[in-house]
């Protein structure tokens, strides 16, 4: 029998009949040129590379490495990806770490550098003296107390700071709902619900990290009072559709506005995307607030802690209300305290009621 020969690359991207015009495959067979010669642009070949993760990955996911790629772009974008090298590597990682930690670094490797020069055939002279950079024990999640809580909330509601409100309220409903400022830009204004008996509001299925954090969590007075605000600011700036973003992309100043340097903006926001961050901000009112040590998404991690540790909260109420997984080594890193939930079942497990007066233990049983 007569050896098969192999498909090449061109004849195995479509499964249709030949000569029909296919966007997919013309994207294809780009990588595929990209691939042989490696002379894209590294900015180009991470166009394509992103455009081709689209269709398998979740728009999230797709954000998160959009936001890898752009120090990666900002560094390695005008060089042809055949012509990185090692010394490139290096130099971006020492550059890289003035701002950021290792583990950020080695992610943006791993997840969206790594790839794209193996979509070329670029790695592989690189791949054996690439070393990842040291990286530190994980952050421990921080909580707050109920002191450090009524200090945040002063500091966060002071109107003398008007530019910094909108962090403050965001802040809050973050710690009294239980979501990351990731989860909360991407709200739209259909997902917040004022009048029902419990306010509530749901994350956006198509932006959550992952299944579990697809939930709908009803508001308390603190939340609810901070939710409202942002909704009457939403449609102060024009807002009117449920499908709107209620934190929109704010519109670029214009250069009379930047010369003045006036930060009201003449044009509306773009309610078709969702605002950038918070995070300067949000980090002032924190450290005013005395919790310097803090992140913003250690809010998410207050919550989180104290649902945990209410013994009245079951175990699927807890997955349901905070979106967390059963991961052993997440869980233990929002909260090392569940004792109080475990007594509610071993004080349950006693033949009688415990005694008012305490019983004194002797040798040989109780006396």
């Given at each position: 029998?007569?050896?098969?020969?192999?498909?090449?690359?061109?004849?195995?991207?479509?499964?249709?009949?030949?000569?029909?015009?296919?966007?997919?495959?013309?994207?294809?067979?780009?990588?595929?040129?990209s691939r042989v010669a490696g002379s894209l642009l590294f900015s180009v070949a991470a166009d394509e590379w992103i455009v081709a993760q689209a269709l398998y990955l979740r728009p999230s996911t797709i954000e998160c490495y959009r936001d890898y790629l752009?120090?990666?772009?900002?560094?390695?974008?005008?060089?042809?990806?055949?012509?990185?090298?090692?010394?490139?590597?290096?130099?971006?990682q020492e550059e890289r770490s003035k701002k950021v930690s290792g583990r950020v670094i080695n992610a943006g490797m791993r997840s969206a550098f790594i790839p794209i020069l193996r979509a070329s055939n670029c790695w592989k002279h690189l791949a054996d003296q690439y070393k990842r950079l040291p990286?530190?024990?994980?952050?421990?999640?921080?909580?707050?107390?109920?002191?450090?809580?009524?200090?945040?909330?002063?500091?966060?509601?002071?109107?003398?700071?008007?530019?910094?409100?909108?962090?403050?309220?965001?802040?809050?409903?973050?710690?009294?709902?239980?979501?990351?400022?990731?989860?909360?830009?991407?709200?739209?204004?259909?997902?917040?619900?004022?009048?029902?008996?419990?306010?509530?509001?749901?994350?956006?299925?198509?932006y959550v990290k992952n299944k579990f954090r697809v939930r709908t969590v009803p508001m308390n007075w603190l939340a609810?009072?901070?939710?409202?605000?942002?909704?009457?600011?939403?449609?102060?700036?024009?807002?009117?559709?449920?499908?709107?973003?209620?934190?929109?992309?704010?519109?670029?100043?214009?250069?009379?506005?930047?010369?003045?340097?006036?930060?009201?903006?003449?044009?509306?926001p773009d309610f078709t995307r969702p605002m950038d961050h918070i995070y300067r901000a949000a980090r002032a009112i924190l450290k005013e607030a005395g919790l310097g040590h803090m992140d913003p998404y250690d809010m998410r991690s207050t919550f989180i802690t104290k649902v945990m540790n209410n013994p009245e909260a079951s175990d699927q109420m807890v997955k349901e209300i905070t979106?967390?997984?059963r991961n052993s080594r997440v869980n233990d890193r929002y909260s090392n305290q569940q004792l109080a939930k475990k007594a509610v079942v071993t004080d349950k497990l006693a033949i009688d009621p415990e005694p008012r007066i305490r019983l004194i233990a002797f040798p040989g049983g109780r006396r």
């Open positions: 029998m007569a050896p098969t020969e192999s498909p090449s690359p061109e004849s195995s991207l479509h499964n249709h009949a030949p000569g029909i015009e296919c966007a997919a495959c013309a994207r294809a067979l780009s990588m595929v040129s752009k120090p990666l772009n900002e560094f390695f974008g005008a060089l042809p990806v055949r012509e990185i090298h090692i010394g490139h590597v290096r130099s971006y990286e530190v024990d994980e952050r421990v999640r921080q909580n707050m107390d109920e002191e450090e809580e009524r200090r945040l909330i002063a500091i966060a509601l002071d109107a003398s700071h008007p530019r910094r409100l909108l962090a403050g309220h965001c802040l809050i409903v973050m710690y009294n709902v239980g979501f990351g400022f990731g989860e909360l830009r991407y709200l739209r204004r259909k997902d917040v619900v004022f009048d029902v008996q419990y306010p509530f509001v749901t994350t956006n299925a198509k609810l009072r901070s939710m409202r605000w942002i909704v009457h600011r939403w449609e102060d700036l024009g807002g009117t559709d449920p499908e709107q973003y209620i934190l929109p992309h704010a519109a670029k100043r214009t250069p009379e506005e930047r010369k003045t340097g006036n930060h009201r903006r003449t044009h509306p979106g967390r997984s």
